[in-house]
């Protein structure tokens, strides 16, 4: 079984300050991890992904995620905010014991304050 | 070039009513994903297709959920006798690997909303 929690269902930080999104996995075998992002009315757009690669994964955007087996995190973080940051943001996990499909979170707002 | 399309991109149906979503996926994709996203969450899983062979449906929430890709290349998602527990986005997903455990690239989804 795999699942995903991310902390915090709304994120607020001002323009310009560091953006830290949490994502806890559970998985029985390496994991392969993802964070998509969602801007209203618009699917879903891949920022980043980890398939047991380098340990810290950078994105698009300026965002960058690092992998920590230990602690099954896998954070997402941008050193400043834009304003055009502001979207819902999903983490994911896949597994090959797990059938196809991509387990999200719930998602967490970010919103972005001038 | 071309994402992945889906149509309509709103649909209100009475309850009661049957309905289908289309997915048009990337040219060349193999893997094509339907998932529900209810207002406030994540995507879940419905089904997925490996070109025209639907390999897992586990996550159809009932037999009144059909979904189809019979030349490989456009989906169809079927809802019959919609319910307002229907109501949601729903997503189609393509990719060019044949788990999609790389990237799946999504559509814009298509917000159904039951009466």
């Given at each position: 079984?795999?699942?995903?929690?991310?902390?915090?269902?709304?994120?607020?930080?001002?323009?310009?300050?560091?953006?830290?999104?949490?994502?806890?996995y559970s998985s029985s075998v390496p994991p392969y991890l993802f964070w998509y992002v969602q801007y209203p009315n618009q699917g879903l757009q891949l920022l980043l992904k980890y398939t047991s690669a380098a340990t810290l994964v950078k994105g698009?955007?300026?965002?960058?995620?690092?992998?920590?087996?230990s602690e099954t995190s896998f954070h997402l973080t941008k050193p400043s905010a834009h304003m055009s940051?502001?979207?819902?943001?999903?983490?994911?996990?896949?597994?090959?014991?797990?059938?196809?499909?991509?387990?999200?979170?719930?998602?967490t707002s970010l919103l972005v304050t001038p | 070039g071309a994402g992945v399309s889906q149509s309509p991109r709103y649909k209100v149906a009475k309850r009661g009513q049957d309905v289908a979503l289309r997915c048009d996926p990337i040219s060349g994709h193999v893997s094509l994903f339907w998932y529900q996203q209810a207002l406030g969450q994540g995507p879940e899983f419905l089904t997925y297709f490996q070109n025209e062979a639907q390999l897992d449906k586990s996550g159809l929430p009932s037999d009144r959920f059909f979904a189809e890709?019979?030349?490989?290349?456009?989906?169809?998602?079927?809802?019959?006798?919609?319910?307002?527990?229907?109501?949601?986005v729903y997503l189609c997903a393509s990719s060019n690997d044949p788990f999609g455990s790389y990237e799946q690239y999504f559509g814009p989804g298509t917000r159904l909303t039951v009466t």
């Amino acid at each position: 079984a795999q699942s995903v929690t991310q902390l915090g269902s709304h994120v607020s930080v001002s323009e310009g300050a560091l953006v830290l999104l949490r994502c806890n996995y559970s998985s029985s075998v390496p994991p392969y991890l993802f964070w998509y992002v969602q801007y209203p009315n618009q699917g879903l757009q891949l920022l980043l992904k980890y398939t047991s690669a380098a340990t810290l994964v950078k994105g698009i955007n300026g965002f960058e995620a690092e992998f920590k087996k230990s602690e099954t995190s896998f954070h997402l973080t941008k050193p400043s905010a834009h304003m055009s940051d502001a979207a819902e943001y999903f983490c994911a996990v896949w597994n090959s014991n797990s059938g196809y499909a991509l387990n999200f979170g719930k998602g967490t707002s970010l919103l972005v304050t001038p | 070039g071309a994402g992945v399309s889906q149509s309509p991109r709103y649909k209100v149906a009475k309850r009661g009513q049957d309905v289908a979503l289309r997915c048009d996926p990337i040219s060349g994709h193999v893997s094509l994903f339907w998932y529900q996203q209810a207002l406030g969450q994540g995507p879940e899983f419905l089904t997925y297709f490996q070109n025209e062979a639907q390999l897992d449906k586990s996550g159809l929430p009932s037999d009144r959920f059909f979904a189809e890709r019979p030349e490989g290349s456009v989906s169809t998602l079927k809802i019959q006798r919609t319910q307002q527990e229907d109501s949601a986005v729903y997503l189609c997903a393509s990719s060019n690997d044949p788990f999609g455990s790389y990237e799946q690239y999504f559509g814009p989804g298509t917000r159904l909303t039951v009466t």
